[in-house]
């Protein structure tokens, strides 16, 4: 019996096929982080759409810091889903929160542009 060929090759031409379970939890994963991204571009551009806070040199840092988090987001959704994927094929141990750290100073830091911004 054949297996169909999936995308991508490159993570499963690896090693057997994990428990669907895992599989299934993996791509909830991915969804999880692409959620993410678009949580952050949605507040990069309402940010401007909303002029707030009235000082633009802070709205737009803190535009930029939401737009860059929302591209390593969606890095972190295709780059995370792949590491774990191969993971449970080998059975090896999972991979740690590669971006997960970034994010969160990342968010923290554009609040605090934010709510600088607000009272300049």
Do not use: C, H
Not at 18 to 44: C, H, I, K, Q, V
Not at 87 to 92: I, K, M, Q, Y
Request: aromatic letters at 10%.
């Amino acid at each position: 019996m054949n297996t169909p060929r999936r995308f991508p090759g490159s993570v499963y031409r690896e090693g057997d096929e994990p428990d669907p379970r895992f599989s299934l939890a993996n791509e909830r994963t991915f969804l999880a982080w692409l959620r993410t991204a678009l949580a952050m571009y949605a507040g990069a551009f309402a940010l401007e759409a909303l002029a707030l806070p009235d000082a633009i040199a802070w709205r737009i840092a803190a535009a930029g810091v939401f737009l860059v988090l929302g591209t390593l987001a969606a890095a972190q959704a295709w780059f995370g889903w792949r590491a774990t994927e191969k993971s449970l094929r080998r059975g090896a141990p999972l991979p740690g929160l590669a971006a997960g750290a970034v994010l969160v100073i990342g968010v923290v830091v554009a609040a605090a542009l934010v709510t600088i911004g607000l009272y300049v």
